[in-house]
């Protein structure tokens, strides 16, 4: 019994270090209309646009973009890049975020891009012509890890609006000493009493 107890307290002292997933919602309604995110550090990740500003805007009144909060859309450009958020850190291999226009025929497209910058996922969504009613949530898992991604229309972001950027983290997350330390000092205490069993024998 005892040397179960040790083995028990000797495991869970060593499990306080573990790869647990992390995941974290951007909701663009906690910044005001109006603000610019052009390379703003979000929370982990941060917004790229090389040809014109990344803005949070009022939800559109329209029924197929109807929206409870503020979403992201981009200023009209003769380039019209997609929307691109680069990740500052590893172990992203799980990315949502939602779409929506208010054109029918639009194919709203989400792409996942590695370390080495070579597309390693893809999700489509075409609008048929009956139109959107809200927002589409494009997803995607993955077996690499997540450096960027590039969403919006096919040939851009025009009349294209995005919402709640998630992902997910699977880097080690470390438990604090004093969590794991209880049951190190439960281990260590049952071999000081399994030995002196032995030694009164």
Known sequence: MFRSLLVAGMVAGLSVSSALA????IDFDQFSGGTILNNTDLGG?????????????????????????NVIA?????????????????????VSIDLGTEFTGTKLVLKALG????????ATFKVGSGGLVG???LALDTDEDIKKIK??????VQDVYADNLTFTSSEIVQTPLPAGA??????????GFVARRRRSA
Not at 76 to 84: E, I, M
Not at 184 to 189: D, K, P, S
């Open 22 to 25: 992390a995941t974290k919602t």
């Open 45 to 69: 990740v941060k917004l790229k646009s090389w040809d014109a500003d990344i803005a949070v805007v009022a939800p559109p009144t329209s029924p197929a973009l109807a929206n409870p909060s």
């Open 74 to 94: 981009k200023a009209p450009s003769l380039r019209d890049r997609p929307f691109q958020a680069r990740f500052l850190s590893t172990g992203i291999r799980s």
């Open 115 to 122: 370390m080495d910058n070579t597309r390693i996922g893809k």
């Open 135 to 137: 927002m589409v949530t």
């Open 151 to 156: 969403f919006g229309g096919k040939h851009g």
């Open 182 to 191: 209880v049951f190190l000092i439960t281990a260590l205490a049952g071999l």
